[in-house]
């Protein structure tokens, strides 16, 4: 256990579905992110909130829509997915700044398969 | 832009021997340089770091990584593999300042042959 901690582990659901991932840590952290891992891909940053702002947003569709209510817990709400949007999505945190030197820590992800 | 390379998708090593997988980056300014390692069914775990001072850099599980400005490549070593370093590796770059801006490589997959 990382101390970052991601729910379901795996999802399956179909392209009209609307479901929700969780990502929670309580190493007073931050930062936190939400990546997308696809098989021989780099993984994609997909959206950065520090201190429950989001400050980055790399291009991704709107069927994803995160959420961060405190900065413990992050939210990753998905609609009308496409097949090609199935993949792991890992979660990560961090402290801010120089503090993000030691490295990110990441939760062991969600299995996502759009059918 | 940032970026990382990882040549190899796949590396296969002897139990016992040596082995080295290989990563390049590009980034503007000093680079902040990182491993992680993803075993199956898992998130990715740190292992080492660069961000300054001597160029070997020693990390986790008796890996190390070497920093080389004018080759821009941080190759990860160990000295003798294991059967259970088998996994997903990834190399990571930032520069100063962009902590929350790391961009990773596609992976590279050590099998290591008992």
């Known amino acids: 256990e990382t101390g970052v901690t991601q729910t379901p582990r795996h999802l399956v659901m179909g392209m009209t579905n609307k479901k929700s991932l969780k990502c929670e840590q309580h190493?007073?952290?931050?930062?936190m992110y939400w990546y997308k891992q696809s098989a021989k891909k780099p993984l994609e940053l997909m959206f950065v909130?520090?201190?429950?702002?989001?400050?980055e947003n790399n291009s991704v569709p709107s069927r994803f829509s995160p959420e961060c209510p405190n900065s413990s817990h992050l939210f990753l709400h998905l609609h009308t997915l496409q097949p090609e949007d199935s993949a792991l999505y890992l979660c990560?945190?961090?402290?801010?700044?120089?503090?993000?030197?030691?490295?990110?820590?990441f939760g062991s992800g969600t299995r996502l398969t759009v059918v | 832009a940032q970026s990382v390379a990882q040549p190899e998708d796949q590396v296969n090593v002897a139990e016992g021997n040596p082995l080295t997988v290989k990563c390049t980056y590009s980034?503007?300014?000093?680079?902040?340089l990182f491993w992680y390692v993803q075993y199956p069914n898992r998130g990715l775990q740190f292992l080492l770091k660069?961000?300054?001072?001597?160029?070997l850099v020693k990390g986790s599980y008796g890996f190390e990584a070497e920093f080389n400005k004018s080759q821009t490549s941080f190759h990860l070593k160990k000295p003798s593999a294991l059967v259970s370093d088998s996994a997903l590796y990834f190399c990571?770059?930032?520069?100063?300042?962009?902590?929350?801006?790391?961009?990773f490589g596609t992976g590279t997959k050590l099998q290591v042959i008992p």
């Open positions: 990560a945190s961090s402290p801010l700044g120089a503090g993000a030197q030691n490295g990110y820590t």
């Open positions: 190493l007073g952290h931050n930062a």
């Open positions: 909130y520090s201190l429950e702002e989001r400050v």
């Open positions: 980034v503007s300014g000093n680079p902040y």
């Open positions: 660069y961000i300054t001072g001597d160029n």
């Open positions: 990571a770059v930032t520069y100063s300042g962009g902590y929350q801006k790391v961009t």
